[in-house]
């Protein structure tokens, strides 16, 4: 069965870091585009962030409201995917889900998303 | 790219005919999908390429549209598709998400 499970969430002053964790199954990570998207609570669905696969190069690409915060990385030996929050501030109060494109293309969709990490920033 | 879904509340009958519409700020061809959200839920994906309904989604679901604006219409409402649905763009960085529209029972 394809799927995802998020990690790593909690209670975070503002300023602080987090780490979330994304472990994938029954696909391989590394031949995939991953993604991940937040909900603030009440709200829409955002973008956060891409990781492009192993054959383009693990490149990645940000939302501008977090670009310079946040970094996507991940490790293939664990099939897991990364996102290391820095800087936190109120507003990145969120579940923070992360999902697969299959289709490493333009046109692609989000075909299988994680249960969600919660991550709360408030002193 | 700003994508703008009408109505954003929509109170409809099981049995009723509903289509919500997705508007693109510029065109995006037909690289649009569509997903449906129950409270407490992640996402799930309905419709990708903007017509092509996903394996497992009921029949009753259908998009269609290109350019810039897109339909999402569910033939005949049942009692478990009360949820809020969202479209998203994958043309061009950022990717983003319409503002979401939920469906109620009248």
């Known amino acids: 069965e394809v799927q995802v499970v998020e990690s790593g969430g909690g209670l975070v002053q503002p300023g602080g870091s987090l780490r979330l964790s994304c472990a994938a199954s029954?696909?391989?990570?590394?031949?995939?585009?991953m993604d991940w998207v937040r909900q603030a609570p009440g709200r829409g669905l955002e973008w956060v962030g891409r990781?492009?696969?192993?054959?383009?190069?693990?490149?990645?690409e940000y939302a501008a409201s977090v670009k310079g915060r946040f970094t996507i990385s991940r490790d293939d030996s664990k099939n897991s995917l990364y996102l290391q929050m820095n800087s936190l501030n109120i507003e990145d109060t969120a579940v923070y889900y992360c999902?697969?494109?299959?289709?490493?293309?333009?046109?692609?969709?989000?075909?299988?998303w994680g249960q969600g990490a919660l991550v709360t920033v408030s002193s | 790219i700003q994508l703008t879904q009408s109505p954003s509340f929509l109170s409809a009958s099981v049995g009723d005919k509903v289509t919500i519409t997705c508007r693109a700020s510029?065109?995006?061809?037909?690289?649009l999908a569509w997903y449906q959200q129950k409270p407490g839920k992640a996402p799930k994906l309905l419709i990708s390429?903007?017509?092509t309904l996903q394996s497992g989604v009921p029949s009753r679901f259908s998009g269609s549209g290109s350019g810039t604006e897109f339909t999402l219409t569910i033939s005949s409402l049942q009692p478990e598709d009360f949820a809020t649905y969202y479209c998203?763009?994958?043309?061009?960085?950022?990717?983003?998400f319409g503002q979401g529209t939920r469906l109620e029972i009248k």
């Open positions: 510029q065109a995006i061809n037909n690289y």
């Open positions: 999902a697969r494109d299959p289709t490493a293309d333009w046109g692609g969709y989000f075909d299988c």
């Open positions: 998203q763009h994958l043309h061009s960085y950022p990717i983003t």
């Open positions: 990781s492009r696969n192993k054959a383009n190069s693990y490149t990645t």
């Open positions: 029954g696909f391989s990570l590394s031949d995939h585009y």
């Open positions: 390429a903007a017509s």
